[in-house]
């Protein structure tokens, strides 16, 4: 009684992810709901000494292909002619893992007939939000991870503009190198956010503000001063305490994320404030974001950690809108490891 | 012997030295850098892309391994860092042969993937900004590239 009958059909979007470390399948039901999404993370067992070997090779994704794509059907209780489109991650990243992921996509497309979708790998990462609540435009996306730290103001679905990025290290691999100088356990981003609650910030830290008005961010700098506190420290014979260096220097890489994010935020007049990659995990950063707009109308919206890592739902996410949006690779669709997002989504 | 030296006293020099062989390098070429921690890889990278018509930041891709460019032609910058005990070609050829320019940073830990005509970089650190710029080409084109870059 009363209730509005929607006879629109569920749509499921089969999600293909190959760009890096990681072979990824996922399916998504009506671009927010996530029915199934595997990754098998061909890092686990390559652990070094503050840092691990990446099995990158094409040869690990295609061993994985098959098995990932059967587990993500069996978990969903889906066939394949339930399946309405395929979105693969298309670029930016190494191009013989995106060749696995793009063919496979191709092969299952074109032999059952299923329309084909493009998506870009940071698209994906901004995307992975709408598996919690739909986008409210104008928003800015805060990407970070090991390999990124970009500002992503976007107007509307599929309009990205980068108005601010790193000019030398991302913020997860600034983390990552003084993680190493400290000998700290690998992966040594959550190892420093760990140490980082129990310091004191008494290094003061350079934080790289660059020119007036600029969004764009640094970290060599940052990263240089850590390494030679730690290593003057040593030749004196001081002993450095390490949850010290650990707070100040987590200090340093969140004060300049968040005091950026928040004037490129008001200079942009946005809605609300997307937090994507890796780094999203951070726990400094996010109540360190979360109190910089916590007297601002501008919402910010933090993944779960497992839509921050690489992952196919992402994909599916994005490849959703793209899907409605009417978007369709042809036969001809490749991998291209230096998609550019906003030559991305002006096609 | 055809190594070749130049002298940079500030980080603008370093970068216009590698614009200006940006300006020479040919399509399929492949340019190896080596060098310390801060010893200006960066900036010669950045200034080798500049003169082959990116306009995009150039920046560190230890963590990707490779970052592509779209310049004039292609523009791929490898690191090899975290290759070091891997061993596996991440299909190296499709970066080498497809039209682009590819400049390697830690070229030692992908030594059997890498063509053997291509130009060889080092560039050591002096006091303050002083850099030493040294090209050690492999191969006849090389050679001539190099020559060039003293015109």
């Known amino acids: 009684m009363g209730e509005i009958m929607n006879d629109k059909k569920d749509q499921y979007i089969l999600a293909i992810e190959t760009s890096c470390d990681e072979t990824a399948v996922a399916i998504i039901k009506n671009g927010n709901e996530v029915v199934s999404n595997v990754v098998a993370s061909q890092i686990e067992s390559h652990k070094r000494f503050g840092g691990v070997v990446p099995e990158v090779a094409s040869r690990h994704h295609v061993e994985q292909m098959t098995h990932v794509l059967e587990e993500a059907f069996v978990k969903s209780n889906l066939e394949m002619e339930s399946i309405d489109a395929i979105a693969v991650t298309q670029g930016p990243g190494l191009v013989g893992a995106l060749l696995v992921g793009v063919s496979t996509a191709k092969a299952l497309a074109f032999a059952h007939q299923k329309p084909l979708i493009g998506v870009h790998h940071i698209a994906g990462h901004i995307y992975a939000n709408q598996l919690q609540e739909p986008f409210t435009f104008p928003l800015l996306a805060l990407v970070v991870s090991g390999g990124h730290t970009e500002l992503i103001l976007m107007r509307d679905h599929y309009d990205f503009e980068v108005i601010g990025e790193t000019r030398d290290d991302a913020a997860g691999e600034a983390y990552d190198k003084v993680a190493r100088t400290l000998n700290l356990p690998y992966p040594g981003g959550p190892e420093i956010d760990r140490l980082a609650q129990e310091g004191v910030d008494r290094f003061d830290f350079p934080r790289a503000w660059l020119e007036e008005g600029s969004f764009d961010f640094s970290f060599s700098g940052l990263k240089s001063s850590v390494i030679n506190t730690v290593h003057n420290a040593k030749q004196k014979g001081e002993t450095v305490e390490i949850a010290d260096i650990a707070t100040s220097f987590q200090s340093s890489v969140t004060d300049v994320l968040v005091e950026k994010t928040y004037r490129a935020a008001e200079y942009y007049g946005v809605k609300e404030i997307i937090v994507a990659g890796g780094v999203a995990a951070n726990s400094g950063l996010r109540s360190a974001l979360l109190d910089r707009f916590d007297s601002s109308a501008i919402q910010v919206k933090i993944p779960p950690l497992w839509l921050c890592t690489d992952n196919a739902a992402m994909i599916g996410a994005a490849g959703m809108v793209a899907y409605e949006k009417g978007y369709r690779a042809g036969w001809d669709l490749n991998a291209n490891p230096g998609l550019d997002i906003e030559m991305y989504s002006k096609n | ?151």
Do not use: C
């Open chain 2, 1 to 151: 012997m055809d190594e070749q030296l130049i002298n940079t006293h500030t980080p603008l020099e370093t970068q216009q030295v590698a614009r200006k062989l940006g300006y020479l390098l040919r399509p399929n070429d492949v340019v190896t850098l080596t060098g310390d921690l801060g010893a200006g890889k960066t900036t010669f990278t950045k200034g080798l892309g500049e003169g082959l018509g990116v306009k995009r930041t150039i920046n560190s891709p230890t963590f990707t391994i490779v970052k592509s460019y779209q310049g004039e032609i292609p523009f791929h910058h490898i690191d090899a860092y975290r290759l070091e005990e891997s061993h596996e070609d991440i299909g190296f050829d499709e970066y080498f042969t497809d039209g682009g320019v590819t400049v390697v940073e830690w070229p030692q830990y992908i030594e059997h993937f890498l063509p053997e005509e291509r130009l060889n970089i080092e560039i050591k650190k002096g006091q303050d900004d002083h850099r030493q710029i040294i090209l050690r080409p492999v191969g006849r084109m090389f050679k001539h590239i190099t020559k060039e870059l003293f015109r």
